[in-house]
């Protein structure tokens, strides 16, 4: 599909990898996580627009590129979106932050929203939205939906995982969103699992179950 992008860099994969053993302590998955999404963000960035600002070196003055337009918005899908986010705020310290609080039902699999907040100008600014694993597909699809009645129209997902499933539903129901993940996996379980994976990113990331 042309709108998703696979992260093959060496480095994404082997961390990725080092992820995906059962073995990795919380604290290791944690800090993997947040160097991945560093990497993400640099990808995910890539074509940003620039425009020519005038700054004087010690030695002369010159016309250099800048970022053009507004900060943009980093928004975690609550809770493991959030293992993402120091990372790519360690790239891109001055973005805003916004915030979508999602569940899954563990009997529908559908998304439940609990919280939302973002800047009042939202709107106007490109939506980083990030979520470990794109799965079924619900509570990224609910997450852009959120953002779109609060008017944003430039919108973009990052995921470290993602299930063929979940590729195919995001892009039907929002064919203007691009995609960039790590990995695209086999299948999804009975449970909504992705396979082979590496369980579930939130419990893995804060020591729960």
Known sequence: M???????????????????DKTVSTKGFRQLLNEIGMLLAYEVTRDLPIEL??????????MQPTIAGKKLVF????????????????LVPSARVAHV???R???TLEA??????????????????????LATGN?????????KRRGVRDMRFVCLLAAPEGVERLTNAHPDVEIWTAAIDE????????VPGLGDAGDRMFGTK
Not at 75 to 90: E, K, Y
């Open 75 to 90: 928004a975690p899908i609550l809770r493991a979106g959030t293992g993402f986010l120091d990372g790519m705020l360690n």
């Open 112 to 133: 439940v929203e609990y919280y939302f907040k973002a800047p009042t100008d939202v709107a106007e600014r490109l939506v980083i939205v990030m979520d470990p694993m």
């Open 139 to 147: 509570s990224a699809i609910a997450a852009l939906d959120r953002l």
């Open 105 to 107: 039902d563990p009997q």
């Open 101 to 103: 609080g999602l569940y």
């Open 2 to 20: 042309s709108n998703v992008h696979v992260v093959s860099h060496p480095l994404v994969q082997h961390k990725l990898t080092l992820m995906r």
């Open 187 to 194: 299948k999804l379980n009975d449970h909504g699992y992705i």
């Open 53 to 62: 600002i005038e700054v004087e070196t010690p030695l002369a003055k010159t």
